[in-house]
């Protein structure tokens, strides 16, 4: 058995006082409480002592799987933990023969993470399916409310691995993917009893599914600079990532003059800020060098190699890809005048991704109905969302993220008015598709 790690309860944040008030039943904000109340218990299992780490697979994510596992059955849903350890529940449908909408979200987080990223879908799910099940009101369709097991790409490096095996885009190479300490991902899913010879059965077809939408928090502050507790996603930024090695030539840092060196960390330089300076000049474009290292680096040596990260990203691909076409470019220039080499590998290309005109409508009127301007916006970060691209029609709806918008971090905050709301507008909305269905 594996040890269970309980961490030591996140410091009280001092949440935003935003002037919504809800009311159902008479008590005030019931679904955002208990949002809050559930996302507080799953953030007691992690893997550090002194904040909040879920990575896939370990203890901590073990733990929090059986601790949503049960929370679903207590919701009345039909639950089991698949072979990617998603938490699946299903509120079925009136009759068998029926299509099936998700509402979804991870519950994997980054190291030393904030409580919502991922949880708030989750959670915001289980509390709607709750609600339903005591009205036992039923639907034409199955709610399938999917807590996916794996998105963040934290330990092996790959990303959705969850979301990937429920919309069938699960590549059987991803079990050779090795952590940090040389497990494979094969290895670490036989040790938490789970069988990768059933991942391809969990891939859903167009026929069964009726739509996906995925409630998360924003992770940014345009709905807190707006005033606003929710907006609708209506475009999720596709990415490029790519590892670059930079070669130049070592020396001695005293005795090579400044104008026969080839230094590897100073090409680089060049790089990062050129990629800052293109990467500002389109609304929806961001570009990131995360990661820059000088391997075997010393105070006194003239850097021979130095190892950066790239990662590219806009609401719409030609925007991003004419980015990263100039920075090619601009590597060639540097490489040509600094007489040093640069070798790339792209690592990740994802398209931007439309959400469905006809579900951002459906949520519109939802939010418009729950007394809130309706705003459309980008997301700049990828979501599970992007795997059912192409697969069934998709929607999200972003939750007002206080502190400025700062998420993977402890700092990040949302208000129980907010998540009520949102829990109030993914009701409504599926209430409407039923009765349209
Ligand atoms: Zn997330």
Redesign the pocket.
């Known amino acids: 058995m594996f040890e269970l790690a309980r961490a030591a309860p996140a410091k009280q944040c001092t949440h935003m006082m935003i002037e919504v008030t809800t009311e159902i039943g008479g008590e005030a904000c019931p679904f955002g409480k208990r949002i809050m109340e559930l996302a507080d218990r799953l953030a007691q299992w992690s893997e550090s002592p002194d904040g909040l780490s879920c990575t896939y697979l370990s203890p901590a994510h073990r733990s929090v799987a059986a601790e949503i596992a049960a929370l679903m059955r207590g919701a009345g849903l039909l639950t089991e933990i698949d072979a990617v350890a998603n938490v699946v529940g299903r509120y079925p449908a009136r009759g068998q023969a029926a299509p099936a909408l998700i509402l979804a979200?991870?519950y994997d987080t980054v190291r030393n993470a904030g409580k919502y990223?991922?949880r708030l879908g989750v959670l915001t799910a289980v509390v709607v399916a709750e609600h339903l099940n005591r009205l036992g009101r039923k639907l034409p369709f199955h709610l399938d409310v999917i807590a996916f097991s794996e998105?963040?790409g934290v330990r092996f490096s790959s990303s959705f691995l969850g979301s990937r095996a429920v919309a069938g885009r699960f590549d059987s190479e991803l079990l050779e993917r090795r952590d940090a300490g040389g497990v494979t991902l094969a290895a670490a899913m036989r040790e938490a009893g789970l069988d990768p010879g059933e991942i391809p059965a969990l891939g859903r077809c167009r026929e069964e599914l009726l739509g996906y939408l995925e409630v998360?928090?924003e992770?940014g502050p345009v709905l807190l600079d707006e005033g606003l507790p929710v907006g609708i996603v209506g475009a999720i930024a596709g990415s490029v990532r790519a590892m670059i090695t930079v070669t130049g030539t070592a020396g001695h840092a005293g005795t090579v003059p400044m104008g026969r060196r080839q230094d590897a960390a100073a090409a680089a330089a060049e790089l990062v800020l050129y990629v800052e300076k293109r990467c500002a000049q389109a609304p929806t474009l961001v570009g990131t060098v995360g990661q820059l290292a000088v391997p075997d680096g010393a105070i006194n040596i003239i850097p021979g190699r130095c190892e950066l990260t790239l990662d590219v990203r806009a609401g719409d691909d030609v925007t991003r890809d004419a980015a990263v076409s100039d920075i090619m470019a601009e590597i060639g220039r540097i490489a040509a005048r600094r007489g040093v080499s640069f070798d790339c590998k792209e690592v990740q290309r994802a398209g931007a991704v439309r959400c469905s005109p006809r579900l951002q409508s459906m949520l519109a009127d939802a939010v418009a109905r729950a007394g809130v301007k309706p705003r459309h916006l980008p997301s700049g970060?990828g979501?599970?969302a992007m795997m059912f691209d192409g697969l069934t029609d998709t929607a999200m709806l972003f939750v007002r993220c206080g502190n400025g918008g700062v998420s993977h971090s402890p700092r990040e905050i949302i208000t129980a008015e907010d998540a009520d709301i949102a829990a109030r507008i993914v009701l409504d909305a599926v209430l409407r598709l039923a009765e349209a269905s």
Do not use: W
């Open positions: 979200s991870h990223d991922g998105e963040e998360h928090i992770q970060a979501h599970d």
